[in-house]
């Protein structure tokens, strides 16, 4: 993964909620969403494709974005009290 310091950070506005991402230019041929476990929202795109369409994109996958966001938010408040509480049993969630 390339570091985020050569990336562009953006924010846009879906449904009065902000959501942050980082823009990578490279040679690809479709938009690219990634989100990381730890919530960061990445993406990918041609340097030929306006940065209008690629906010567009980003709020047009809104809901899922947010959805995805907050799961990986509750799994990494939770690992390191599930890690605490199931040791002993090797027992997982």
Do not use: Q, W
Not at 8 to 22: D, H, N, S
Not at 23 to 41: A, P, T, Y
Not at 66 to 91: A, D, Q
Request: glycine share 4%; net charge positive.
């Amino acid at each position: 993964m390339t570091s985020i310091e050569h990336m562009e950070k953006r924010i846009v506005t879906f449904e009065g909620k902000e959501i942050t991402y980082y823009l990578e230019r490279k040679d690809v041929k479709n938009l690219n969403l990634r989100i990381r476990r730890e919530g960061v929202v990445y993406v990918s795109a041609a340097s030929l494709v306006p940065v209008s369409e690629i906010d567009y994109f980003i709020c047009k996958k809104g809901h899922f974005i947010l959805l995805l966001m907050s799961i990986h938010c509750y799994k990494n408040l939770m690992t390191p009290v599930s890690r605490l509480l199931f040791s002993k049993n090797n027992t997982r969630l």
